[in-house]
């Protein structure tokens, strides 16, 4: 327990009042129980690589949804709020994707159907999303260059967030 000074003893979470206190949560870390109870005592909101494009469908087609569901389930229990990181980023995409560089449509499709299935799985669960991740350089200060902006420019932007809005509105 952290020690509070006047206001007594107490948790981080217990003094966020209306506010997030987040971590990003590790996929290895249901073997590290000390780990888990300091998440779940001190953090009341988690981010987690599990929802990463190239961790969840290395394999067009085939989602690997287990580490993803057991940090929900985690933060469920821990009535943590969960940001769901991220659907759209020009790292950590599944090899296959590179194979679509400058094909418009067939992108454009592959990008909808993974947001509307994650944001769909996880519609109500997920308090808010990283649609689309690191979009601007931060050297140029321009549109990174990306598969995205190279078959897209900037409209992949306006598309991603338009279907990860229709896949959970509440998000």
């Not at 996880?122 to 549109?143: R, T």
Request: proline share 2%.
């Amino acid at each position: 327990m952290l020690g509070t000074g006047s206001s007594g003893e107490g948790h981080l979470r217990d003094h966020a009042k209306q506010k997030y206190i987040g971590t990003s949560f590790r996929t290895d870390a249901f073997s590290d129980q000390k780990y888990l109870e300091i998440l779940g005592q001190e953090f009341n909101s988690v981010s987690c690589e599990a929802l990463i494009w190239g961790f969840l469908e290395a394999v067009r087609g085939q989602y690997n949804w287990e580490p993803a569901d057991k940090v929900v389930a985690y933060a469920e229990q821990h009535n943590m709020t969960i940001r769901g990181h991220n659907l759209i980023w020009h790292e950590l995409l599944p090899s296959w994707i590179a194979g679509l560089e400058g094909k418009k449509a067939e992108l454009e499709q592959v990008m909808k159907d993974h947001i509307n299935t994650v944001v769909g799985r996880f519609k109500d669960k997920i308090y808010a999303w990283d649609v689309v991740n690191e979009v601007i350089d931060e050297v140029s200060g321009e549109l990174r260059d990306s598969i995205w902006s190279r078959t897209f420019n900037y409209s992949f932007i306006e598309e991603a967030f338009r279907t990860a809005h229709a896949a959970d509105p509440n998000a």
